[in-house]
C-alpha cells in the first residue's frame, strides 16, 4: 500500500514538473516582403540578447507583411525573444558604422531600446500556459 501511495505521489510531481506549452510568435509591420525573419527565445538573462546564445531560434521566410511562428514544447519559465528582419538572408542582422541595427528588428513586450540593446527584464515574461506575442518590427 506505501509503495502504491508513492507511486500516486510521484506521477503527480512529475506530471505537474513536465508541462510544457507552446508561445506563438506574431510579426507584423513588415515592409519589405523578401528574406527571412529570425526568431530567437532566451532563457537566461545573462545570454540575452546574444548572437548564439539562443535557447531556441527559428528563421522562417517573410512571404507577407505578417510571419508567425510557434515554438513547441517549451517548459513553463520565464523568457525573453528578440527577432530581426534579415532582408538579404545573410544570417545577421546588419548595423551601421554606430552599431545600430539597419535591417527591421523587435523585442518581446514591444520594447523599444533608445541607446542601447535592452536586457533580459526588459522584454521578459512568463510562460505557464500557451501564449501568443504579438511583436511589432521597429525600423
Do not use: W
Not at 545573462?46 to 505578417?66: I, S, W
Not at 513586450?109 to 521597429?138: M, Q, W, Y
Amino acid at each position: 500500500m506505501a509503495l502504491l501511495g508513492f507511486l500516486l505521489l510521484f506521477l503527480v510531481s512529475t506530471s505537474e514538473s513536465d508541462q510544457h506549452y507552446a508561445l506563438t510568435i506574431k510579426v507584423d509591420n513588415i515592409k519589405s516582403v523578401k528574406g527571412m525573419m529570425e526568431i530567437s527565445v532566451y532563457k537566461e538573462p545573462a545570454k540575452f540578447p546574444k548572437v548564439g546564445q539562443t535557447y531556441r531560434m527559428a528563421r522562417v521566410k517573410v512571404e507577407g507583411h505578417e510571419v508567425s511562428y510557434t515554438f513547441e514544447h517549451l517548459e513553463a519559465d520565464d523568457y525573453a525573444v528578440a527577432l530581426f528582419h534579415d532582408i538579404n538572408s545573410n544570417k545577421v542582422c546588419d548595423k551601421n558604422f554606430f552599431g545600430i541595427p539597419t535591417e527591421a528588428y523587435g523585442f518581446s513586450n514591444n520594447f523599444k531600446p533608445v541607446l542601447s540593446a535592452p536586457v533580459f527584464g526588459d522584454c521578459d515574461f512568463e510562460l505557464s500556459c500557451d501564449r501568443t506575442l504579438k511583436i511589432h518590427l521597429i525600423h
